[in-house]
């Protein structure tokens, strides 16, 4: 078995290993695709610690070539998505739907090994399948869909509300495109207008480029001085989370979002959260896979703009370089064939 592992800050090996079957409750995995997300290359660049060696990759579209004793839900032949997270669904934790504080979470990729590798033994319980007609190319953005579901279900978003959303990155984008398939009113706020320009292209109508337009002003403008009932911040985005409060209307909730691996630290205003009443509530990652699945099979998203190319699992280390070493920011999907 192959896998492509980080050695050291910045340091991809080939490493090949024999061959394993799988064991009580596993599967044995033919990896079809894997993806580069923004905190893979954070950790490759030392910016996110993580113990080494460890193999990238957070999410798999596979096939599964071996079941082990024990597993009855799948069968040699299935196609299944691997969340990039797993927890033990046992733990106190879990128990009250707090996957993310469990016991025992791991992240693949992170604090587990992740899937640009050829083949990869897992527990079947992190495996979800996969109806047939859904293309692996945009089975492989399950994690982020299901992560605007989880930032939207937090928010207890309605159709017809305002949700700011401050950071118009690959899952800023898509948690605007989930807002509008739920028939709320996304209003896309950053400062990259590459980005506003793909987010108008999906449909979002309202954007703002924060370094041409006062968005507290706009945002003021668009919902009749009442500013949004929702916000949604990515810390790891071009916009602060202290101004992203000053987006939101009195009594508003504010998720505040970013995933397992990127850590950002910053201060906000008490005062503003006080005066205005706000509730802020942390959200990093999604645990619903099936309702994400669901809205792929319903064409509920257009994810064909999204990918910024498809790569080869042998050019993985050259490519992992010339992404650390570019000025030019991490944008959209990156997916791996292998
Ligand atoms: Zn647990």
Not at 33 to 62: A, F
Not at 317 to 326: G, H, N, Y
Request: glycine share 8%.
């Amino acid at each position: 078995m192959k896998s492509w592992k980080l050695t050291s800050q910045g340091s991809i090996e080939l490493i090949t290993t024999p061959s394993e079957t799988p064991g009580f409750g596993q599967v044995k995995i033919k990896v079809e695709k894997t993806s580069i997300s923004l905190p893979d290359l954070m950790i490759y660049m030392g910016k996110s610690k993580v113990d080494y060696p460890i193999t990238l990759g957070r999410n798999c579209v596979g096939m599964i070539i071996e079941t082990g004793p024990g597993v009855e839900d799948f069968k040699r032949g299935d196609k299944v998505y691997v969340c990039a997270k797993k927890y033990c669904g046992q733990c106190p934790a879990c128990k009250s739907g707090h996957y993310f504080l469990c016991d025992d979470f791991k992240t693949f990729g992170y604090n587990t090994d992740g899937f640009m590798r050829d083949f990869a033994i897992i527990d079947a319980s992190d495996c979800a399948l996969l109806p047939e007609r859904i293309d692996s190319n945009e089975a492989i953005f399950l994690d982020h869909i299901s992560l605007a579901t989880q930032v939207l279900t937090a928010l207890k978003i309605n159709k017809g509300e305002y949700v700011a959303i401050s950071g118009c990155g690959l899952p800023g984008l898509i948690l605007g495109e989930v807002a509008l398939y739920l028939q709320a009113i996304p209003i896309m706020i950053d400062t990259d207008s590459k980005m506003l320009s793909l987010a108008k292209r999906l449909g979002i109508y309202y954007t703002i480029n924060s370094t041409e337009t006062n968005p507290e002003e706009k945002i003021f403008h668009i919902t009749g001085g009442k500013m949004a009932k929702h916000s949604a911040v990515f810390t790891s985005g071009n916009i602060s989370v202290e101004q992203a409060l000053s987006f939101a209307g009195i009594g508003a909730r504010i998720a505040v979002v970013e995933r397992p691996g990127i850590v950002t630290k910053q201060k906000c205003g008490i005062d503003i959260i006080q005066n205005n009443c706000l509730s802020l509530f942390g959200v990093n990652g999604g645990t619903n896979i099936q309702i994400s699945i669901n809205m792929l099979v319903n064409r509920a998203i257009d994810l064909s703009t999204l990918s910024e190319m498809n790569v080869r699992i042998d050019e993985i280390p050259d490519i992992m370089k010339e992404l650390a070493e570019s000025t030019r920011k991490y944008h959209l999907q990156y997916i791996v064939d292998i």
